[in-house]
């Protein structure tokens, strides 16, 4: 074997440097500085995402190993990249005016977002397991502490203990799988796991097998397919609505950028041989997700569990895996984005210290006292349902033509009827909100321009993404090009 | 094809959105200036409508006023709108009928006026979008938009007891039906990309697919449900008294006059031409349903204690009566089939009009509370005994024209399903004055209504506008049957071409299968 050792390209992970600097440099401000400086912290954490995001759009285009193939630079990852940047840039803009209020206003929660989003991008540009498994982990344990923040809280440390728990259970199935498939296949690079792939029989090799079956287990944890999404409506009810939003979104999308580099990629010429675990679990997550949402009294784990169903969508298009499907993933996860750190916006607004407003019931008569922030709830349900003009309706319409497309019309069926199912539970918020008169005094929203703006850049998504998608599917396509 | 420079349509299709964006900037306390530009709106968009009519074509079937701009390029999605003969009186009517439901909820709606007035715009649009549409996908679009607007109508104007129930409901029915329809949009899509290479949502591109018999069977199927739950019919339909009885009187009208015809619109733009085969064999499958509509529809009428559900039965039975014409698949039937969707939207919509007058009134609208209004309210009572008789179809209303050339075409092509149907008409009758008799005549009992007050002059002037084409398409329907008249006939010679190539493809493919068979029993 010839071992080349290539000159290290620093640029190849600038926006990952970048964030990480950020993150330390603002640690030290936070040790030193006085309370008014504080306050910058989370200003300053926004213009250190706005330099990654500059630095990503410079690297657009290129296709590059680094560090000895550890790390690769292509478009695939740096659209993953702008998700995680999005995801955190709303989170931080909707959690400033949050934390005063609920008396938690300590820097160290934007840096370990930014090192949540610095985790989450080295996830989706591995080109080596192993990285896979230091950017999950890094993200992990910033995401952790995160579930824990509010630490006077019993259901924030409830919360943060079940997630740590489960987590690292779930980290040691896929670090095992990574062993396993190392032991079968002699390497933990993605190029060189694909070549092997490409000339083996998947059934006389059970080394591997069980590798991959464990691959799908750790990845499955993390992204909340069913059966192994027991932690996420506990963990999702009790964390603080900001990080829920946060880790409803991007380590959802940090998984799934993993998952398919591993699967769709390295392991693709085996497709036809684990295809149909991956259709069972489809079938599963969306109509687990899906039902069990319709019974939920409590928003945040309606949107727990509608998130879990969206996993499901997610994971049809995988089953589909053609150029399509791929691309339909990319644009589904951005689209996801938006709608869904838009609904937990709201839901943040919509709270109060001590009167928090998380029963659906609580949403009763809402349009009347806040018309728009009604409507804008309005338009993340109808997207989260999938119906148009909005983002989530062409995200479902590219997914199901993905899985109609490469014959899965059966899925297809399934995916459609559930997502006429979550249409029942969507709609419940809008029917609180527009139909009920109020059960209870309003009191004032406190809106925070911030948070203002983090809504309306929701809004705004949500709604182009549905006009004129156009645009962003180029952009789906040509990130999944490198990893066709 | 003939490219207009103007772009009509989608000035129609979106002007009212503008009538939405100047709604917001008017402070909602000031309901009467809403009311005015709300109409002053909905009159413009009428009148721009009218062009559609004046400058229609009658010596071309070909689509006109129509506009292609790509829009997904990528898939193969077009903004792609046009009209011909069947799709032009239907979006006439959304516009006439928006305009009328304006007047009429003019002291019906008092809370949250802006709120509904906005509503009303973008089930306007929809509802356009849906009549001009010919890319599948576009058409999609509009056909899931319309429902947020409808659903927002029952669900916070509707009647207190159980609007959401019946909203929630209508939502959740139409959803299902849509979805599946979806999925067939997509299998048709990369079907006809894998037989001609050209992957485009273009309907009128999708026409030329001779899609192989199993698979049309399915996909009619699918389409089918979407439409026949909107349609509704039966047993599809249970959505419908809900809805109608729990929305606003408005959102009646409109859920009748123009909704239900979508239904009835999609069966005859997309399931006949896309899937002629599949339509021809299934044609005894529909008609029955039909036919049980149309009896049942009746039946029920019979036994209703409410108006509004009495009325919304009749819809049932009417719209049964439209399906049958359409699916004669022959001249009469469909021309007859088309303009009873007019008449229905006429007739049924000023049937909900008037109810709706008179519950303003009462607070009630359970028969047993009336009897004997004709003395008290005696213009009134005149204008609902046209109404009802346009119902029923007494010549000379338009109520007749449609059901008689619906018989007709269906005589022509099956006697049986005509004989049966009509029976439908004498139990219309039936229900239709006996609910007359027991509301107007008879004894002015009850003390409530000894005070009744009659008409306004609005009342009479929206009233007016609906009556006015009652008599116009019972006296004089050739206006509107020469404007059908050339699309309806070369539709037919299109459906019937690929008809007859699909049965020599079927017949071939059973050839070949047939001579495999012997081949394989002749080497036993």
């Known amino acids: 074997m010839n071992v080349v050792i290539p000159a290290i390209n620093w640029s190849s992970i600038g926006p990952e440097l970048i964030l990480s600097l950020t993150a330390m440099g603002l640690l030290i401000l936070n040790v030193l500085a006085n309370q008014g400086a504080k306050r910058a912290i989370p200003y300053l954490s926004l213009a250190g995402i706005a330099v990654a995001f500059v630095f990503c759009l410079r690297l657009w285009g290129g296709s590059e190993y680094a560090f000895h193939g550890m790390v690769v630079v292509d478009n695939y990852s740096l659209f993953f990249k702008i998700i995680f940047l999005l995801t955190a840039a709303l989170t931080v803009l909707m959690s400033i005016r949050y934390l005063q209020e609920e008396g938690f206003e300590q820097g160290e929660y934007y840096i370990l977002v930014l090192f949540a989003a610095v985790g989450m991008m080295f996830m989706a540009s591995a080109a080596d397991l192993i990285i896979v498994f230091l950017g999950l982990e890094t993200f992990s344990l910033s995401i952790y502490v995160l579930a824990g923040f509010f630490r006077t809280q019993p259901r924030s440390n409830e919360s943060s203990l079940k997630y740590f728990l489960l987590g690292a259970f779930s980290a040691g199935f896929l670090l095992y799988g990574i062993a396993l498939v190392y032991g079968a296949t002699g390497t933990t690079e993605l190029k060189g796991i694909y070549e092997f792939a490409r000339k083996i029989n998947l059934l006389t090799d059970p080394l591997l097998l069980i590798g991959m079956g464990l691959l799908i287990v750790g990845f499955g944890f993390k992204v909340a397919l069913v059966p192994f999404h027991m932690w996420t409506p506990d963990v999702y009810e009790g964390a603080p609505t900001s990080v829920t939003a946060f880790m409803s979104v991007g380590p959802k999308a940090a998984g799934f950028a993993a998952f398919l580099r591993v699967f769709l990629y390295s392991l693709s010429s085996l497709q036809t041989d684990y295809v149909w675990v991956l259709w069972v679990l489809a079938v599963l997550t969306m109509t687990l997700g899906n039902v069990v949402a319709i019974a939920q009294r409590n928003i945040k784990r309606m949107l727990a569990y509608s998130s879990i169903a969206h996993a499901g969508y997610i994971l049809v298009a995988m089953v589909a895996a053609s150029e399509l499907g791929t691309a339909s993933v990319l644009y589904y996860l951005l689209a996801y984005a938006f709608m869904n750190l838009g609904a937990f916006g709201v839901v943040i607004l919509y709270g109060r210290k001590g009167e928090e407003n998380l029963n659906i019931s609580d949403y009763s008569g809402m349009a009347s006292k806040h018309p728009l922030l009604a409507a804008a709830m309005a338009i993340f349900m109808f997207s989260l349902a999938g119906i148009p003009p909005t983002a989530g309706f062409v995200g479902k319409f590219y997914i199901f033509s993905a899985a109609v497309k490469a014959g899965y019309i059966g899925l297809a069926i399934i995916g459609v009827l559930n997502s006429a199912l979550s249409v029942y539970f969507y709609l419940r918020v809008t029917v609180m909100m527009y139909m009920r008169n109020p059960e209870k005094e309003f009191a004032g929203l406190i809106l925070s321009p911030a948070m203002a703006i983090a809504l309306i850049i929701a809004v705004f998504g949500t709604l182009q993404m549905g006009i004129t998608p156009s645009h962003y599917l180029n952009l789906a396509r040509q990130s999944i090009l490198a990893l066709m | ?524």
């Open chain 2, 1 to 524: 094809m003939s490219q207009t420079e103007f772009p009509l349509l989608t000035l129609i299709i979106f002007f009212p959105l503008l009538g939405v964006a100047t709604l917001l900037f008017l402070n909602k306390e000031r309901k009467e200036t809403i009311r005015w530009v709300t109409l002053a709106v909905a009159l413009l968009e009428f009148i721009f409508s009218l062009p559609l009519f004046f400058n229609f074509r009658l010596d071309t079937a070909a689509m006109q006023f129509v506009e292609k701009a790509p829009w997904i390029p990528e898939y193969g999605i077009h903004y792609f709108l046009g009209i011909d003969g069947i799709s032009l009186f239907l979006v006439l009517l959304t516009t006439f009928l928006t305009l009328v439901s304006v007047m009429a909820c003019w002291a019906d709606i008092q809370e949250k006026v802006k709120g509904f007035m906005i509503c009303l715009f973008f089930l306007e649009t929809g509802m356009i979008g849906v009549f001009v549409a010919l890319d599948l996908f576009l058409f999609y679009v509009f056909w899931e938009v319309m429902l947020i607007p409808m659903y927002l109508l029952i669900g916070v104007w509707g009647n207190p007891k159980r609007r959401i129930y019946a909203a929630v409901k209508f939502f959740i029915y139409t959803m299902v039906g849509s979805v599946l329809m979806l999925v067939a949009i997509l299998v048709l899509y990369f079907h006809h990309g894998a037989a001609s290479g050209i992957y485009t949502f273009d309907l009128l591109e999708l026409y030329k697919l001779q899609v192989p018999f199993p698979l049309q069977f399915w996909l009619f199927l699918a389409f089918g449900l979407a439409f026949a739950i909107k349609v509704p019919m039966f047993p599809f339909h249970t959505w419908l008294p809900d809805a109608h009885t729990e929305a606003p009187t408005v959102g009646s009208v409109l859920l009748a006059a123009v909704l239900l015809k979508m239904g009835t619109y999609g069966f005859l733009r997309f399931s006949i031409p896309l899937f002629p085969n599949a339509s021809y064999q299934l044609v005894p499958l529909v008609s029955i349903l039909a036919i049980i509509g149309i009896i049942y529809g009746a039946l029920v009428c019979l036994v209703q204690k409410d108006l509004k559900r009495l009325i919304a039965f009749s819809s049932v039975s009417h719209l049964g009566f439209v399906m049958l014409g359409i699916f004669a698949l022959n001249v009469q039937g469909i021309e007859g089939g088309v303009l009873q969707m007019v008449n229905h939207g006429f007739s049924t919509g000023a049937l909900f009009l008037l109810v709706g007058m008179i519950y303003e009134r009462r607070h009630t609208r359970m028969i047993e509370d009336f009897g004997g209004l004709w003395k008290q309210m005696p213009i009134f009572a005149a204008f609902f005994m046209v109404v009802t008789l346009s119902s029923i179809g007494l010549p000379g209303l338009n109520g007749f024209v449609g059901e008689f050339l619906i018989l007709v075409g269906t005589f022509k092509a099956t006697g049986v399903y005509a004989v049966v149907a009509a029976t439908g008409i004498i139990l219309a009758a039936a229900y239709m004055l006996w609910m007359y008799q027991r509301v107007m005549f008879g004894e002015l009992t009850k003390p409530e209504n000894k005070v009744l007050k009659d008409l306004s002059a609005r009342e009479i002037l929206v009233l007016c506008c609906a009556t006015v084409f009652i008599f116009w398409i019972g006296i004089y329907p050739q206006t509107f049957l020469s404007r059908m008249e050339t699309s309806v006939k070369s539709y037919l010679v299109q459906v019937n071409a690929k008809y007859q190539a699909g049965l020599k493809l079927q017949g071939e493919e059973g050839g070949r299968l047939a001579q495999a068979a012997s081949a394989e029993v002749g080497k036993k």
